[in-house]
């Protein structure tokens, strides 16, 4: 038969969730030396498939194949014993314990000497050209180092359907490459993957095929030999989309807020900025490049005074506001507006619904002990409307939302409550290439009403197009504000590695 | 891959959230079972459960007197399931209702022995401003504590029970000893001015409590105070964020809840025991977190559930007296009873799945679904 051939098929998968059909009767299949790629716009079920695949959820309907042979995956433990592993967005490691402890962690079986399991992990790790250092805890591990150790976790228990839930999102540009060619290697060594990105320009370069999911029905299945990023948008969204993003010219830029030798230690005493200088000007897009962890956290969370720097001011309209709290803030009336990289965890309460967290910054407005919460349901439900957000009702849980609409929940509200400065860290992480562009205008129409916009990113090409400058980060130190027009990608990477400014322009130019 | 490892008999395995009818359905589904299994026992020890059950109901209702008493037994449970409903809702594992319980009635027991010389309605005040003083004292230390040094709040809370319980006994041994009792020491009966007031042939407890229950439900669900409690107990992170103190919503919330159990026992202690004794909490204060997880932290859920508790309480010692059955069989069926309701807890997050029902599923699915899309590879054919 020919099914033989597909590690993974699936038949006409449903899966509801109350009211919501995450999924649709989708197909998909995928073979052994092959790696699919998952496209499809926030809420379109990706993971939700995904899931089902490892045993997190059981379908309602359809059938599951694995190698030829219809499976019953009841738990992450029988997709384990059928060879498919997931490598999801959240980490799942103990962080006091090692790599290679880790990697044993609930395997069954008695407990190898550490000698064997070290070389089965070295091993392991030539086969499919992973790095990792086994006896490195897993608190001192980058992000990608901790992905690596998932990786090797999952090769360990003898996987060989590989999938990964939005892998890249958290990599840096670099530890993308590395990560492909490991993915290029398992491919070459027969495993069959299966990943979910947003990044279409990593689907054009990674997968050999992408099924395309669409409001929870599949939409078919393309060779990507064949297509390109403005087909895969339409193939995706249904109509032809402009990939152009605006930057209207910023209106007599004024300072709003100036940093002034700011210094700021993380809580092990670490420095996360380190003497770092620079205003902030009304009306235009300030963009921060940076490795991941160059400082880029540290600067928002000082600024919107979640952390005390340990020297230097923040000067706002002549006021210091180094030092002060959250609540002094909003009481000495400067209205700031910050978007936090943790969505769920600090943006947002992930247990309640739109409406109690339309009211979490204007909750203690008001006189008298309780809430009113009529204007925040409206509030809630005009921001259903104006940007379009998929959910079951103002008040079902934001944790059940799709990525895409938990930011467009976040981002409404902070947008609504006219800040005179936006802070935005990473705001189109884990958004699909529509929701982005909405993002991108929606910061383009409060840059023209004259709000101060920070927007800490990855990508540089969104970068280079949205901001009017470019800050960039290195080890905590400042090595540059560049104009973005008149900067190229590589001087911003050079930048990112710790050259200064005029030692890049300069190469640039000569 | 599929290598064939010996797969358990049984096997735990959670399953998607249910819906709340589901949930429901399986709580009564667990006090049905609870009732079966409980009338085996009954059955077993040589009774008919049906006449026992029914003395069980009947005996709680037969007349006003033992309706009473059946609602004197709800009044301090469902007051420290409240207490404790406030502490949960910010995920501070608050176990300690016994002991600050304890404290509000030492506290406000103090006042009744030594200043009844106020007016009768003056002292009730005092008094009842005591209990929530000490038990919101008693629930204080532990969330100071982990505020400052990170301690934990379970076992703290846990062995400040045990403390409370130990300053009764030494007040009772010690300088709060009734020196005209013979026999035994204990604590002098409290004078009749220091005696919480009969309504309707129960102390005025009951309604103490219906207050309590309407504004705990109000404090949660419409005050600013109570929106913090929500937000602290789902991320503290995010209640910095958006400019809480989280540490004053900590203090304050354990203050609180502690409070609600002192209120607690200053009415157990003038209304019911009318002095102070080592009993006087008797474990409400652990009943109480049963009833507040069993209410998923419902101020009226909790009334309704800590009714049903007070009846199997006072119907089970009519039992005792009417049939001669000890104390302890009533307990036993308590126990059966609690023992089905937490285990469907578990089975509302989790499903067993036996070894053996994967193979028979999917063989029938994959024939059929075989079938199916052989018919449709040949129309695409
Ligand atoms: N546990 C759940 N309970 C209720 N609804 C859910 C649950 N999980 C997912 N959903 C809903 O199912 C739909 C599909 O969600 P899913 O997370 O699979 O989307 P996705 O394609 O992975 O999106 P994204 O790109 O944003 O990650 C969404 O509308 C979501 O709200
Ligand atoms: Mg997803």
């Given at each position: 038969?020919?099914?033989?051939?597909?590690?993974?098929?699936?038949?006409?998968?449903?899966?509801?969730?109350?009211?919501?059909?995450?999924?649709?009767?989708?197909?998909?299949?995928?073979?052994?030396?092959?790696?699919?790629?998952?496209?499809?716009?926030?809420?379109?079920?990706?993971?939700?498939?995904?899931?089902?695949?490892?045993?997190?959820?059981?379908?309602?309907?359809?059938?599951?194949?694995?190698?030829?042979?219809?499976?019953?995956?009841?738990?992450?433990?029988?997709?384990?014993?059928?060879?498919?592993?997931?490598?999801?967005?959240?980490?799942?490691?103990?962080?006091?314990?090692?790599?290679?402890?880790?990697?044993?962690?609930?395997?069954?079986?008695?407990?190898?000497?550490?000698?064997?399991?070290?070389?089965?992990?070295?091993?392991?790790?030539?086969?499919?050209?992973?790095?990792?250092?086994?006896?490195?805890?897993?608190?001192?591990?980058?992000?990608?180092?901790?992905?690596?150790?998932?990786?090797?976790?999952?090769?360990?228990?003898?996987?060989?359907?590989?999938?990964?839930?939005?892998?890249?999102?958290?990599?840096?540009?670099?530890?993308?490459?590395?990560?492909?060619?490991?993915?290029?290697?398992?491919?070459?060594?027969?495993?069959?993957?299966?990943?979910?990105?947003?990044?279409?320009?990593?689907?054009?370069?990674?997968?050999?095929?992408?099924?395309?999911?669409?409001?929870?029905?599949?939409?078919?299945?393309?060779?990507?030999?064949?297509?390109?990023?403005?087909?895969?948008?339409?193939?995706?969204?249904?109509?032809?989309?402009?990939?152009?993003?605006?930057?209207?010219?910023?209106?007599?830029?004024?300072?709003?807020?100036?940093?002034?030798?700011?210094?700021?230690?993380?809580?092990?005493?670490?420095?996360?900025?380190?003497?770092?200088?620079?205003?902030?000007?009304?009306?235009?897009?300030?963009?921060?490049?940076?490795?991941?962890?160059?400082?880029?956290?540290?600067?928002?969370?000082?600024?919107?005074?979640?952390?005390?720097?340990?020297?230097?001011?923040?000067?706002?309209?002549?006021?210091?506001?180094?030092?002060?709290?959250?609540?002094?803030?909003?009481?000495?009336?400067?209205?700031?507006?910050?978007?936090?990289?943790?969505?769920?965890?600090?943006?947002?309460?992930?247990?309640?619904?739109?409406?109690?967290?339309?009211?979490?910054?204007?909750?203690?407005?008001?006189?008298?002990?309780?809430?009113?919460?009529?204007?925040?349901?409206?509030?809630?439900?005009?921001?259903?409307?104006?940007?379009?957000?998929v959910t079951a009702g103002v008040e079902a849980p934001v944790r059940m939302m799709s990525g895409g609409n938990v930011q467009k929940v976040l981002l409404g509200r902070e947008i609504e409550s006219n800040p005179d400065l936006l802070i935005t860290a990473y705001p189109v992480r884990g958004l699909d290439i529509n929701s982005s562009y909405l993002v991108y205008d929606l910061l383009n129409e409060q840059k023209k009403k004259g709000v101060a916009v920070v927007y800490i990113g990855e990508d540089l090409d969104v970068l280079l197009q949205l901001c009017d400058r470019i800050l960039v980060l290195c080890h905590g130190k400042v090595t540059g504000v560049v104009d973005a027009a008149a900067v190229s990608k590589e001087q911003i990477g050079l930048m990112m590695t710790g050259e200064s400014a005029q030692e890049v322009m300069e190469y640039g130019n000569g | 891959?599929?290598?064939?490892?010996?797969?358990?008999?049984?096997?735990?395995?959670?399953?998607?959230?249910?819906?709340?009818?589901?949930?429901?359905?399986?709580?009564?589904?667990?006090?049905?079972?609870?009732?079966?299994?409980?009338?085996?026992?009954?059955?077993?020890?040589?009774?008919?459960?049906?006449?026992?059950?029914?003395?069980?109901?009947?005996?709680?209702?037969?007349?006003?007197?033992?309706?009473?008493?059946?609602?004197?037994?709800?009044?301090?449970?469902?007051?420290s399931a409240l207490g404790v409903t406030l502490a949960f809702k910010m995920r501070f594992w608050n176990i300690g209702g016994e002991g600050q319980l304890i404290m509000g009635a030492v506290f406000a027991s103090f006042f009744a022995l030594f200043c009844s010389g106020m007016p009768h309605l003056l002292l009730l005040a005092v008094m009842f401003i005591a209990g929530f003083v000490g038990g919101g004292l008693w629930g204080l230390i532990p969330a100071a504590c982990r505020e400052k040094w990170g301690t934990n709040e379970t076992l703290f809370t846990l062995m400040l029970n045990y403390i409370a319980l130990y300053i009764v006994t030494f007040l009772r041994d010690g300088p709060w000893r009734d020196p005209e009792a013979a026999g035994f020491n204990k604590i002098a009966r409290f004078a009749p001015k220091a005696m919480l007031d009969k309504v309707f042939g129960v102390h005025a407890g009951w309604i103490v409590m219906l207050i309590l229950v309407v504004l705990v439900f109000l404090y949660l669900k419409k005050t600013k105070q109570g929106y913090e409690i929500g937000v602290v107990g789902e991320s503290r992170d995010t209640a910095r964020y958006a400019g809480i103190n989280v540490r004053r919503v900590v203090l304050r919330t354990m203050f609180l809840s502690g409070g609600i159990a002192g209120i607690g026992g200053m009415v157990q202690a003038t209304g019911s025991d009318i002095t102070l004794s080592a009993g006087v909490a008797g474990g409400v204060g652990f009943t109480g977190i049963i009833i507040a997880w069993l209410a998923q932290l419902n101020p009226f859920v909790a009334l309704i559930v800590s009714f049903a508790f007070s009846i199997l309480v006072k119907g089970s010692s009519v039992v005792q007296s009417a049939y001669g059955l000890s104390t302890d069989c009533a307990d036993i069926l308590q126990g059966i009873i609690l023992f089905f309701i937490m285990a469907m807890e578990f089975f509302i997050r989790y499903k067993l799945v036996f070894r053996g029902h994967r193979e028979k599923l999917p063989v029938k699915t994959a024939a059929d679904t075989d079938a199916a899309s052989g018919e449709k590879e040949a129309e695409e054919k």
């Open positions: 038969m020919a099914e033989q051939e597909y590690a993974i098929r699936c038949d006409k998968i449903t899966k509801v969730f109350g009211s919501v059909v995450a999924n649709d009767q989708i197909d998909l299949d995928v073979r052994y030396g092959e790696i699919l790629a998952l496209l499809g716009e926030n809420g379109s079920g990706k993971t939700t498939l995904m899931n089902m695949i490892s045993g997190i959820y059981h379908p309602d309907g359809g059938t599951i194949y694995v190698d030829g042979r219809a499976a019953s995956i009841q738990s992450p433990l029988d997709a384990q014993n059928l060879g498919v592993g997931m490598i999801h967005q959240h980490f799942k490691l103990v962080n006091i314990f090692s790599a290679m402890e880790n990697i044993e962690l609930g395997t069954p079986g008695k407990k190898l000497p550490p000698k064997v399991l070290r070389r089965k992990v070295e091993d392991l790790c030539e086969k499919y050209g992973l790095e990792t250092d086994p006896d490195k805890p897993i608190h001192a591990m980058s992000v990608s180092e901790k992905q690596t150790v998932e990786i090797l976790k999952v090769l360990y228990r003898g996987a060989r359907i590989l999938i990964l839930d939005e892998p890249t999102a958290v990599l840096t540009p670099q530890e993308t490459d590395k990560l492909f060619a490991i993915l290029r290697q398992m491919r070459k060594a027969g495993c069959a993957v299966i990943i979910i990105t947003h990044k279409l320009n990593e689907v054009l370069s990674i997968s050999d095929r992408v099924t395309i999911l669409r409001k929870g029905k599949s939409y078919g299945t393309v060779n990507t030999a064949e297509v390109n990023v403005s087909k895969l948008t339409e193939l995706m969204v249904g109509r032809a989309v402009t990939l152009e993003i605006d930057r209207p010219k910023p209106e007599d830029p004024e300072d709003i807020l100036k940093l002034v030798d700011l210094t700021v230690r993380r809580k092990d005493g670490s420095v996360a900025l380190d003497d770092v200088s620079f205003s902030i000007r009304t009306g235009e897009i300030l963009g921060v490049a940076g490795v991941a962890g160059s400082g880029q956290k540290e600067l928002c969370e000082t600024i919107a005074g979640l952390i005390q720097p340990a020297q230097g001011a923040i000067l706002y309209k002549k006021e210091n506001l180094a030092g002060k709290t959250p609540r002094e803030l909003i009481e000495m009336g400067i209205s700031m507006s910050f978007v936090p990289e943790d969505r769920l965890g600090m943006g947002l309460v992930a247990g309640m619904g739109m409406t109690d967290n339309m009211l979490l910054k204007t909750y203690t407005q008001g006189k008298g002990p309780f809430v009113d919460r009529a204007p925040a349901r409206a509030m809630a439900e005009s921001l259903v409307e104006k940007l379009d957000i | 891959m599929g290598t064939a490892k010996k797969e358990p008999l049984l096997r735990v395995v959670k399953h998607a959230e249910l819906s709340t009818r589901q949930s429901i359905g399986l709580r009564v589904l667990a006090v049905v079972l609870a009732l079966a299994v409980g009338g085996l026992f009954i059955a077993l020890i040589g009774y008919n459960p049906f006449e026992i059950y029914a003395t069980i109901v009947s005996g709680c209702f037969r007349s006003p007197m033992a309706i009473q008493a059946t609602v004197k037994f709800c009044i301090p449970m469902c007051i």
